[in-house]
């Protein structure tokens, strides 16, 4: 009898341990998809990792290229800093000239795994307060040898560099990928950097990165009085600079199926001239 009663209890207690596991899995799976940028998936290896101090807060950010070269702010897209992004930080730091890229972490370590908590991460973001984060960034950089910096972003990274060429002083230049700020955070047409700002023809978000937008934005800088440029590519929809394999199959998802190589490779060359005026000419 004794040994029934212990077979009852094991059995039991195996069958609560199930069901603790089975609701441990739903809870998990019910939550944000986030992981750290040390699961992004990213070249890491070919960048330093540094803090950055600002007001009263610290926060990571990445850095790669030669120093004392002209500096590049790098910023993200609505998912974090992710592979993407450090691909194009990247790029530019191994273009011809060479520049020292760095990508301040505006989500402090989380990335979205997925359009729907991207989204979440981004309207969650201290707009103003990742302005703040751009500034103590290029002046890192000008600390750090580098004499000119410019700031360069993607979609929200984008909009927020348009946002620097109005409120981060310090700022020489500005290339901008398919995103233009609200009119509650900076007004384009207060711009005192020269700004370069890239459109996709096909991109359908509207009022932020279409040729709705893109028009808007060319007669906004055009009041500013600071030299410009504004460029659409037929053909091409929303984040078509993103070429990677990766980023390729994630656009896909997202009903983005146009790949247009010589388009991005225009639109480099544009970043390079533009870029090369303004951080390279003494």
């Given amino acids: 009898m004794a040994a029934q009663s212990l077979l009852l ?7 609560s341990r199930v069901s603790a596991n089975l609701a441990r899995r739903r809870v998990s799976a019910l939550r944000p998809p986030v992981r750290s940028m040390a699961s992004a998936g990213a070249p890491s290896d070919a ?9 009263d807060t610290i926060f990571d950010a990445y850095v790669v290229g030669k120093e004392n070269a002209p500096g590049m ?34 989500y402090r370590g989380k990335v979205g795994l997925d359009a729907a908590e991207a989204q979440h991460l981004m309207e969650g973001l201290d707009w103003q307060g990742a302005v703040k984060d751009i500034r103590a960034s290029v002046n890192w950089l000008k600390a750090h040898g580098s004499s000119k910096v410019g700031v360069t972003g993607f979609c929200m990274g984008g909009a927020l560099s348009i946002a620097s060429a109005v409120l981060v002083p310090e700022v020489d230049a500005v290339v901008a990928f398919y995103g233009v700020p609200s009119s509650e955070l900076a007004d384009p047409s207060q711009a005192k950097a020269p700004v370069q700002a890239h459109f996709g023809e096909l991109d359908n978000y509207v009022g932020f990165s279409d040729i709705s937008a893109a028009k808007s934005l060319e007669k906004k800088l055009k009041s500013s009085g600071v030299p410009y440029e504004v460029h659409t590519y037929p053909g091409c929809a929303h984040a078509f600079m993103n070429t990677s394999p990766d980023g390729i199959k994630r656009r896909k998802g997202m009903g983005m199926d146009d790949e247009n190589p010589a388009a991005v490779d225009l639109a480099w060359s544009r970043f390079r001239a533009w870029m090369g005026a303004y951080l390279l000419s003494p």
């Fill in 9 to 15: 209890k094991a059995r039991t207690l195996a069958a």
């Fill in 47 to 55: 960048f330093q990792k540094i803090q950055i101090h600002r007001d």
């Fill in 73 to 106: 702010v790098v910023v993200q897209e609505w998912w974090g800093v992710d592979f993407e992004v450090k691909n194009h930080a990247l790029h530019i730091a191994q273009m011809d000239s060479g520049f020292r890229a760095l990508i301040p972490d505006l």
